[in-house]
């Protein structure tokens, strides 16, 4: 199948790659399906594209490569709405916020997309972990002496 996207034109994708949302994206409610698409040069991050909307897309990082000790509160009926037997049929992602000066980038770990890689079945989860948000740096700024 053929899709339309923001960064890389009209391409072919597989349907591996096509995600469903049932319920959107928290601000994206009526947009349900996407596809997942690797970005070139092994880079960290991935392009979550509407397959119907090319001005609809989100750059993703897997938040457990930034933030090793990130944890997700994955309520039951997170795992029912996704059909989750078992967690290695997860995959987690976090919305990237882009700036003009990379030192200003953010992830939000407030609100991930869980991915049931089984059925590719997906949710925007609020994590009801304490301090999270939608801002978490990308880069740690360094300490001025």
């Known amino acids: 199948m053929k899709v339309k996207t923001k960064a890389f034109g009209e391409i072919e994708v597989s349907e591996k790659q096509k995600i469903h949302f049932k319920n959107g994206i928290f601000g994206f409610e009526d947009v349900y399906d996407f596809v997942l698409l690797d970005t070139p040069d092994n880079s960290p991050f991935y392009w979550l594209q509407a397959e119907k909307n090319i001005n609809t897309a989100f750059v993703l990082i897997n938040p457990y490569q930034v933030y ?9 009926i997170d795992k029912e709405d996704l059909n989750i037997v078992d ?59």
Request: charged letters at 25%.
């Open 68 to 76: 090793p000790d990130f944890k997700l509160n994955l309520e039951p």
């Open 87 to 145: 967690d290695m049929e997860i995959i987690v992602f976090s919305i990237v916020t882009i700036y003009e000066n990379p030192v200003d980038i953010t992830i939000n770990l407030l609100g991930p997309i869980v991915i049931n890689k089984t059925n590719h079945e997906a949710k925007q989860i609020i994590n009801q972990i304490e301090n999270y948000t939608t801002k978490h740096p990308l880069f740690k700024k360094e300490e001025k002496c």
